[in-house]
């Protein structure tokens, strides 16, 4: 039968087809029992009430049933010129208006022969090409808008008052080690890692987030060996409470540190920073606009003819060539970033050895990146490493505007701009307004000063890790920082803190006083587990640089 939608003119009506079209008897079998569902949820709803009155707790509102809805349709015509039958109709999730009106082209009120702008001045109307005949979008300076500022009640609700007001009471960069782990949620790498094939290898006895955190705090707080980490967390071994570890007397000792965090795996690494990028998308601070790809070079600890034990996992790593030199031996960090206009967000990081050639890394990047329906952006970002025609074509191929300029020997297809001089293929970027090509390439060196981080604050310059696994394993960790940090500055309502990842390394304020509640439930699934005292009369140890 299905119901019907009349318009005043009949050629905008239709129809809406049921189940009851094709099998007799569904449309009532179905409306009979959403009506008994309706009295079920009254019954129990008295149940309940009568329930609480008998135990003696008094209900906050009396008993009533209110309006009774109807959850399907009532009538089988609508009339689209009846009020009453419009607002009946349109809660329903299959409705939907129908603007088509067949109207009559109306007639050209110039000549044919007429010039418009277009023919006068060729780029006042930018466009640019996708791949697909008639498909032009213009091309723009995007104008990022400023970041909301959180208030308490958003993410922090959990944290004491005066805490609060004290990370905003000054304009200094105030921040504290407990805000990333309290107010980020870890339990997603304890799930992947027990939900996956590799759960039979983890074998700590501690939870694989309790060893993720660790780790990071071992970045974060710029050790570059395990040695001088494990020194560090026996002068000062309350540092489980401000990292918020469940179960600190199953942590592992400084022999056993490296092969645990390593039967953890790659994929619950991985799961976990899709997570927080997913987050972060959702939060307004990626805004899939600008994204800038580059790689930097990490040199191994083991080299590739040196002798090793039997049992040390095979060489991963190649000979890394920049500018003609040879630099050293080691992997290349292939990551995108998103530019919201504060700073850079890492989207995606992929490992490779350092002999590859640059275009087919940023091939197999993007590639990965960007398949699937994943978010595009609008620009996409480079230097002129990976500058050949297959890597822009196939970045094009993506709806994406290539701003990689070219090197100085491409002759054929190329245009020049007349500020900086880049050049690019006119056929891969057609009608693109120079100066806007200067604009946006400018913002690439953002990424630059992510990875100078990674030398300075993180001391990744050298990895002191062995193998594929591991080396991805510290490579993903070092990008969920880069996540971490602004989150953690949006939510404590400081964005001001996203370019300020040293401004999280103090750990002088205990996690008791900041956050009441989530420390009282820590301290409950520790259970018999003995505190470790906080030594006070030890003057400044919250302050001290342990590099």
Not at 37 to 65: H, S
Not at 133 to 152: D, E, L, V
Not at 154 to 160: G, L, Q, T
């Amino acid at each position: 039968m299905g119901y019907n939608i009349r318009y005043l003119k009949s050629n905008r009506n239709w129809t809406q087809k049921t189940i009851g079209d094709y099998v007799l008897g569904a449309d009532e079998q179905h409306e009979a029992f959403l009506d008994r569902w309706q009295d079920a949820l009254w019954k129990k709803k008295k149940e309940i009430y009568y329930r609480l009155k008998d135990q003696g707790i008094k209900p906050k509102k009396q008993l009533r049933r209110g309006a009774r809805l109807c959850p399907y349709p009532r009538y089988r015509v609508y009339h689209m010129d009846v009020p009453c039958e419009v607002s009946d109709v349109k809660r329903f999730p299959w409705f939907t208006r129908n603007w088509k009106q067949n109207r009559r082209k109306r007639p050209s009120s110039h000549h044919s022969a007429q010039k418009t702008l277009d023919n006068l001045i060729p780029n006042l109307y930018l466009k640019r090409y996708h791949g697909k005949s008639r498909n032009y979008a213009s091309y723009y300076f995007p104008k990022f808008r400023s970041t909301k500022i959180s208030t308490k009640d958003d993410f922090c609700s959990e944290m004491s008052d005066w805490a609060w007001a004290a990370c905003h009471s000054t304009s200094k960069k105030i921040g504290f080690t407990p805000h990333i782990f309290y107010l980020n949620n870890f339990d997603t790498i304890d799930e992947a890692t027990f939900n996956s094939d590799s759960s039979t290898l983890y074998n700590a006895k501690c939870l694989p987030s309790d060893l993720i955190k660790m780790e990071l705090f071992r970045l974060l707080s710029g050790f570059s060996t395990f040695q001088d980490f494990f020194r560090m967390w026996d002068m000062v071994p309350y540092f489980t409470e401000e990292l918020a570890i469940n179960m600190p007397s199953g942590l592992p000792s400084n022999h056993r540190y490296s092969s645990s965090l390593k039967s953890i795996g790659v994929a619950p690494i991985q799961n976990f920073f899709d997570n927080l990028v997913a987050e972060a998308r959702k939060l307004g601070l990626i805004r899939d606009i600008i994204h800038i790809w580059d790689g930097q070079f990490h040199e191994s600890w083991l080299k590739k003819s040196a002798p090793r034990k039997p049992n040390y996992p095979p060489f991963y790593g190649g000979l890394y060539n920049h500018g003609g030199k040879k630099v050293g031996v080691g992997v290349v960090e292939s990551t995108i970033m998103d530019w919201n206009g504060m700073c850079t967000i890492p989207v995606h990081t992929k490992v490779f050895p350092a002999n590859e050639n640059e275009n087919p890394i940023v091939r197999k990047t993007i590639k990965e990146a960007y398949m699937f329906n994943k978010p595009h952006p609008r620009y996409f970002l480079a230097d002129r490493g990976p500058s050949g025609r297959g890597t822009q074509q196939s970045i094009s191929d993506f709806g994406i505007c290539p701003i990689i300029p070219l090197r100085s020997n491409v002759k054929k297809g190329v245009k020049v701009t007349s500020g900086d001089g880049l050049r690019y293929f006119d056929d891969v970027v057609p009608n693109i307004n120079p100066d806007i090509y200067d604009r946006l390439y400018r913002v690439r060196t953002r990424i630059e000063e992510h990875y100078g981080l990674n030398d300075t604050v993180f001391r990744l310059g050298k990895l002191h890790v062995a193998g594929k696994e591991f080396t991805q394993i510290e490579i993903l960790l070092e990008n969920c920082l880069g996540v971490l940090i602004p989150l953690t500055a949006y939510k404590i309502g400081r964005p001001d803190l996203m370019w300020s990842p040293s401004s999280f390394r103090h750990t002088g304020m205990s996690p008791e006083l900041l956050f009441p509640e989530p420390y009282r439930v820590l301290e409950s699934i520790r259970g018999e587990t003995p505190r470790i005292p906080r030594n006070f009369n030890y003057r400044g140890i919250g302050k001290l640089n342990f590099r």
